[in-house]
């Protein structure tokens, strides 16, 4: 019975962390993938340098894959000293994301102003065939990615004539006379960007809770194996 619930655990771990080392490979592509574009980010950030986020989400990747390659080796192998290794830096990783769940709550609001700051920087009422084409990217990013046009709303922002991204099938960089204020897009972006910046948080926390809940797994299935393994390991001495 022992044998066979220290083979459930390792099982456990090893498909969880499997999981774990190729989501870890993931955010570490899309770290170097941001490096390496950081220019164009730069632009679409509104010139706000992202470069030691993207370093940020490399090092998370990193961190990742090496907890995953500790839970998937303490599965394989069933080594006690890994196993509680695993533990530890688990507790740990647990720790950090409860201190990354009260900051990111502290600092709701400072995120949100920091958008509305944002978009008002960006939609600061020059006329869209007046912008670069570098902000006139940025623009028909934003207003076809939250489905919105202007700051509060189309006519406010860009007068009569409207960009194309301010409607439903507006995807290139130009005004258009097909794109009337009767087709586009009724929500402000301003409004559109805040409520997007709220909603993400909240994912952010069911994104947290889930994590909580599968590193709960992952430290009783762990903790289970170390046990049985220290089990089988005391019969055979005393065998």
Same mark, same amino acid.
């Given at each position: 019975?022992?044998?066979?619930?220290?083979?459930?655990?390792? +099982?456990?771990?090893?498909?969880?962390?499997? @999981?774990? $080392?190729? #989501? =870890?490979?993931?955010?570490?592509? !899309? %770290?170097?993938? *941001?490096?390496?574009?950081?220019?164009?980010?730069?632009?679409?950030?509104?010139?706000?340098?992202?470069?030691?986020?993207? +370093?940020?989400?490399?090092?998370?990747?990193? @961190?990742? $894959?090496? #907890? =995953?390659?500790?839970?998937?080796? !303490? %599965?394989?192998? *069933?080594?006690?000293?890994?196993?509680?290794?695993?533990?530890?830096?688990?507790?740990?990783?647990?720790?950090?994301?409860?201190?990354?769940?009260?900051?990111?709550?502290?600092?709701?609001?400072?995120?949100?102003?920091?958008?509305?700051?944002?978009?008002?920087?960006?939609?600061?009422?020059?006329?869209?065939?007046?912008?670069?084409?570098?902000?006139?990217?940025?623009?028909?990013?934003?207003?076809?990615?939250?489905?919105?046009?202007?700051?509060?709303?189309?006519?406010?922002?860009?007068?009569?004539?409207?960009?194309?991204?301010?409607?439903?099938?507006?995807?290139?960089?130009?005004?258009?006379?097909?794109?009337?204020?009767?087709?586009?897009?009724?929500?402000?972006?301003?409004?559109?960007?805040?409520?997007?910046?709220?909603?993400?948080?909240?994912?952010?926390?069911?994104?947290?809770?889930?994590?909580?809940?599968?590193?709960?797994?992952?430290?009783?299935?762990?903790?289970?194996?170390?046990?049985?393994?220290?089990?089988?390991?005391?019969?055979?001495?005393?065998?």
């Amino acid at each position: 019975m022992g044998f066979r619930g220290e083979k459930t655990g390792s +099982y456990v771990l090893i498909a969880v962390n499997t @999981i774990t $080392i190729l #989501v =870890g490979i993931l955010v570490c592509i !899309a %770290g170097v993938m *941001g490096i390496l574009n950081q220019a164009k980010i730069n632009e679409y950030s509104g010139g706000y340098d992202l470069e030691l986020v993207c +370093y940020g989400v490399l090092i998370t990747g990193v @961190i990742i $894959i090496i #907890v =995953g390659a500790f839970g998937w080796f !303490a %599965g394989f192998n *069933g080594s006690i000293l890994v196993g509680k290794v695993y533990v530890i830096l688990i507790i740990i990783i647990a720790v950090l994301q409860l201190v990354f769940f009260v900051v990111e709550f502290l600092k709701k609001d400072e995120i949100t102003s920091e958008i509305e700051g944002y978009m008002n920087k960006t939609m600061n009422g020059t006329a869209y065939d007046d912008l670069t084409p570098a902000e006139q990217d940025i623009i028909n990013v934003i207003q076809t990615q939250l489905e919105c046009c202007g700051l509060e709303n189309g006519d406010d922002t860009w007068g009569s004539t409207l960009p194309a991204s301010c409607c439903e099938s507006g995807d290139n960089s130009t005004t258009t006379a097909d794109c009337t204020t009767d087709n586009a897009f009724s929500e402000g972006c301003r409004d559109a960007a805040t409520g997007f910046a709220s909603n993400a948080i909240q994912f952010s926390v069911f994104i947290l809770i889930a994590g909580f809940v599968l590193e709960f797994i992952c430290v009783f299935a762990a903790l289970f194996s170390v046990r049985e393994g220290q089990r089988r390991k005391y019969a055979q001495i005393s065998g």
